[in-house]
Every structure is written in structure tokens, then in C-alpha cells.
């Protein structure tokens, strides 16, 4: 089975500044999709940004963007300009080719300092 | 708009009995999914399913049961046999299977066993 694995729980940064948000998966599968969700105080799961196994340049959503290293099964989340209504939990997650369901991470909670 | 609507927002359920948390979606998505999410262990998938009439078990599917008697409606049933309810429940859809479509989520339940 597929796991991926974020190995912050928590982490902090300061208003307007840069934070990276760490994840690796593993996978035998040859084609699949990364998404970064996150969650704010209110629950509501929200789409942040996506990125395809096959392409090589890293996907990008206005200020978040990700660092996908397919050989080192690594896909990181930079946030720039950090807001506060960053703050939340973000979750990366694995979708293959082999199944319909999604794989999560067990999340990490962001802080942004006024 | 369209959107997932899962009902209610808390839900308090007695030792012994079953509940039912409903998921109604407007988005004409061919697949839904039970998720449940615990403090630091992520979303694990309870049930999913594709079609109408057709449902699958996920990781924790013991002491849980669904029905998908129509495409916009997957009610999730918490039974007694089910040893640790307390949790947060959120529930998804997807237009289908293809890699690329992320999930749309409700804003979840909150169960709680007293």
C-alpha cells in the first residue's frame, strides 16, 4: 500500500515570511497525482495546489508552490508571503493509478506569528 | 452552489446505539467516501464508493456501514459494534476516477459517544 509521511507536526512562521512544509511518499506505481490540502479552524478541507508525476516543472498557485523530487519521493510545500489566515493544518496527499482512494498524511499544523 | 452537505455538525450518540450521519452532494460526482480523522493520525478511509448501489470497504471499515441508493446521497451508519467512535467524520466526492480530480469535502460531523 502506498503511505506518505509528514514528518512536521507543527510549524511556525512569521507574518510575511517563507515556510516549507515537508512530505515523502511511497509508491510502486508509475503514474499519479500530489495534492497539498489544507484545513482551517473550520474544517472545511480545502484544495491548495496539485502536481502531476510526469511533469517536471513544479506546480505553482499564486503564492504556494511545491518542490517535487520524483526520485527522492519528495513533495514539499512552500508558502511565501506568509498571511495569517495561512494558519491552519495542511495535509499532502497521494492519488495512483492503481486505486480510487486517496492517501494522507498524518498533517501538520501551521502557526503564523502576528 | 454546489457542494457536499453533511448533517449534522455534532452529533452525541449513547453507548449501544447506532447513528447515522448523512452526505448529500449537488455536484453530480460519480464517487463518494467516508473518511474519519483523528489527532495525529490523519484521514483514514472508512467506505467509498463509484457507482450507485456499489459500495467498498476502506482501511476501518468494521462497526460502519453505508448505502448508495442514489448518485447524490451516501449516508455513513456508526453501529455499537463500533468500539471508539469519538471522532471527526468528513465525507467526499470526486467526478470520477481519473488522477487528476482532487476531492470536494463537506465541512464534516463531530460525533461524540457520552
Known amino acids: 500500500a502506498q503511505t506518505v509521511t509528514q514528518s512536521q507536526p507543527e510549524m511556525s512562521v512569521q507574518e510575511a515570511e517563507t515556510v516549507t512544509l515537508s512530505c515523502t511518499y511511497d509508491t510502486s506505481e508509475s503514474d499519479y497525482y500530489l495534492f497539498w490540502y489544507k484545513q482551517p479552524p473550520s474544517r472545511q478541507m480545502i484544495l491548495v495546489i496539485r502536481?502531476?508525476?510526469?511533469?517536471?516543472q513544479n506546480a505553482t498557485e499564486n503564492r504556494f508552490s511545491v518542490n517535487f523530487q520524483k526520485a527522492a519521493k519528495s513533495f514539499s510545500l512552500k508558502i511565501s508571503d506568509s498571511q495569517l489566515g495561512d494558519a491552519a493544518m495542511y495535509f499532502c496527499?497521494?492519488?495512483?493509478?492503481?486505486?480510487?482512494?486517496?492517501?494522507f498524511g498524518t498533517g501538520t499544523s501551521l502557526t503564523v506569528i502576528p | 452552489d454546489g457542494g457536499i452537505t453533511q448533517s449534522p455538525k455534532y452529533l452525541f450518540r449513547k453507548e449501544g446505539q447506532n447513528v447515522t450521519l448523512s452526505c448529500e452532494q449537488n455536484l453530480n460526482h460519480d464517487a463518494m467516501y467516508w473518511y474519519r480523522q483523528d489527532p495525529g493520525q490523519g484521514l483514514r478511509l472508512i467506505y467509498y464508493?463509484?457507482?450507485?448501489?456499489?459500495?467498498q470497504k476502506g482501511d476501518i471499515a468494521e462497526g460502519y456501514s453505508v448505502s448508495r441508493e442514489k448518485k447524490e446521497s451516501f449516508p455513513l451508519t456508526v453501529t455499537s459494534a463500533q468500539k471508539n467512535p469519538t471522532a471527526f467524520y468528513l465525507c467526499?466526492?470526486?467526478?470520477?476516477?481519473?488522477?487528476?480530480?482532487?476531492?470536494?469535502f463537506g465541512s464534516g460531523t463531530r460525533l461524540t459517544v457520552v
Open positions: 502536481q502531476e508525476a510526469y511533469k517536471q
Open positions: 496527499a497521494y492519488r495512483g493509478d492503481t486505486g480510487n482512494q486517496f492517501y
Open positions: 464508493s463509484q457507482i450507485v448501489n456499489d459500495f
Open positions: 467526499a466526492s470526486s467526478i470520477g476516477a481519473a488522477l487528476y480530480y482532487g476531492y470536494t
